[in-house]
């Protein structure tokens, strides 16, 4: 059973789901070598330290129409995002609130959000308004 504080934060996350942002994909090289696929921490940590400028985005990012994965994600100096480890599809990215140890603390211990049909549902509809905008 999830800690009711643990509780809490899932909710909040899937009441941001409609609020969610296409992140684009960006090709980039780290060291000269592509993004490590399924390792977007480590990817955009080392895509900060190697551009100082820019900083690590944590967050949650929907992808089978039933959950939310973490995920990390870039925001360049003009504060744009760019996801530098994904490149299919769109998918909608919900910001983490919260310092940066505690995301890593709840990573560690979860690294997926299930949620309930009815907000399901109004996933499919947000994300649907991605290829309509």
């Not at 760019?82 to 310092?99: A, E, M, N, P």
Request: proline share 4%.
């Amino acid at each position: 059973m999830l800690a009711m504080n643990e509780r809490k934060y899932e909710l909040d996350v899937l009441s941001r789901v409609e609020s969610g942002l296409h992140v684009p994909f960006r090709e980039v090289s780290l060291g000269g070598r592509p993004p490590v696929e399924g390792s977007c921490h480590d990817n955009v940590d080392e895509w900060v330290r190697l551009n100082p400028e820019c900083r690590a985005i944590r967050g949650w990012a929907a992808n089978d129409g039933n959950s939310h994965t973490a995920h990390s994600v870039v925001k360049d100096e003009c504060g744009n995002l760019f996801d530098i480890t994904v490149k299919y599809g769109s998918s909608l990215f919900v910001r983490h609130i919260g310092s940066e140890e505690d995301f890593r603390r709840k990573v560690k211990c979860k690294h997926t959000i299930r949620y309930p049909d009815d907000l399901r549902d109004r996933l499919i509809a947000a994300q649907l308004r991605i290829f309509e905008d």
